[in-house]
């Protein structure tokens, strides 16, 4: 079992920038992929990026890409999500996601393990 905490959820004004964390702790593998979705009010989550265990693979949503970055630190157990050029329509509450393979994935029927989410907000 992993549980999975995020943080860093705000509200920001067009063009901001901000940085969601996400904790893992519990029976962490030493490698697994992470993923990041979101949900806006009345909508479907959504993928936003993906790690994979190495943290050699990447993948971005295209509405995301080039703005949004998906890292992590091994030695703290942390994912990051560093979105940048932030747009209203990024307005949702992020849900970070661990997945017991080392193998990322755009879908989230993959994942086992989720936050609770933070909310961000952009504001036009």
């Known amino acids: 079992q992993v549980q999975l905490v995020e943080s860093g959820g705000g509200l920001v004004q067009a063009g901001g920038s901000l940085r969601l964390s996400c904790a893992t702790s519990?029976?962490?593998?030493?490698?697994?992929?992470m993923g990041w979705f979101r949900q806006a009010p009345g909508k479907e989550r959504e993928f936003v990026a993906a790690?994979?265990?190495?943290?050699?693979?990447?993948n971005y949503a295209d509405s995301v890409k080039g703005r949004f970055t998906i890292s992590r630190d091994n030695a703290k157990n942390t994912t990051y999500l560093q979105m940048n050029s932030l747009k209203p329509e990024d307005t949702a509450v992020y849900y970070c996601a661990a997945r017991l393979s080392s193998f990322s994935s755009i879908n989230s029927a993959d994942y086992g393990s989720w936050g609770q989410g933070t909310q961000v907000t952009v504001s036009s």
């Open positions: 519990g029976r962490t593998p030493s490698l697994f992929a």
């Open positions: 790690l994979s265990g190495s943290g050699r693979n990447t």
